[in-house]
């Protein structure tokens, strides 16, 4: 069964440096979320992309966040510089279709620790 | 925008027993929920959803109930088993936003 890929599992970095994050979405969905799940709390969608355009990054903070998915395929979330609340788990999931209330399938995570 | 409130937080059953979690949403022109359980360390995975022209659904142990009038809905999770343990999170999509809002989760125990 295709699965949502994310790399790295894990990442340790200290405050003003940049992290990087990677998602392979599952072959030929065309949806792709990035969300921040903080622990204790349901995940919060911080960027959604349809192919390779974003349709709602309303909850991304611009300042120190980016986000890319160029070719529509496989997309890179950014943070420069980290600060230490930006600590959380990083989730990326799929979906076929999201105009019809697609089902999203999440990835392992990457589970961000800022010192 | 959409505001999901799940209850309780946390909810622990003795093995056997059944299990509801319950959520409200804010929106009307919410039209599809989904259930998701994650394991400690794990990705969330769905287990089961409904969409607003269904009042209810059924797969084995699991069930979902959906009030549209209340705007709330509900996980049952009959005969529970310890592999149950899990944080449970509903979420609710507005049709045209094309995104999900989060419940903020229930830690589900099952005590054997």
């Known amino acids: 069964e295709a699965e949502v890929a994310q790399s790295p599992r894990y990442k340790i970095t200290e405050k003003s440096q940049a992290v990087a994050f990677w998602c392979d979405p599952i072959s030929g969905h065309a949806t792709l979320y990035w969300y921040r799940q903080i622990l204790g709390q349901g995940p919060e969608l911080l960027v959604q992309?349809?192919?390779?355009?974003?349709?709602?990054d309303s909850q991304l903070p611009k300042d120190r966040f980016s986000a890319e998915r160029l070719k529509g395929v496989d997309s890179t979330l950014k943070i420069q510089p980290a600060e230490l609340g930006d600590s959380a788990m990083y989730l990326c999931?799929?979906?076929?279709?999201?105009?019809?209330?697609?089902?999203?399938?999440f990835g392992p995570g990457t589970r961000l620790l800022v010192l | 925008g959409e505001n999901v409130e799940q209850h309780p937080s946390t909810l622990s059953v003795q093995e056997g027993d059944s299990a509801v979690i319950k959520c409200t949403y804010s929106d009307s022109a919410s039209n599809y929920f989904p259930w998701y359980k994650q394991e400690l360390g794990k990705r969330p995975q769905l287990i089961i959803d409904i969409r607003s022209n269904v009042g209810e659904k059924k797969d084995q142990r699991i069930a979902v109930t959906l009030n549209k009038t209340a705007k709330h809905f509900s996980l049952h999770i009959t005969e529970t088993q310890p592999e149950d343990s899990a944080v449970y999170f509903c979420a609710a999509m507005i049709q045209g936003a094309q995104k999900l809002v989060f419940g903020q989760g229930t830690r589900l125990t099952i005590n054997p």
């Open positions: 992309f349809q192919d390779e355009s974003v349709v709602d």
């Open positions: 999931a799929s979906s076929l279709a999201a105009d019809y209330g697609g089902t999203q399938y």
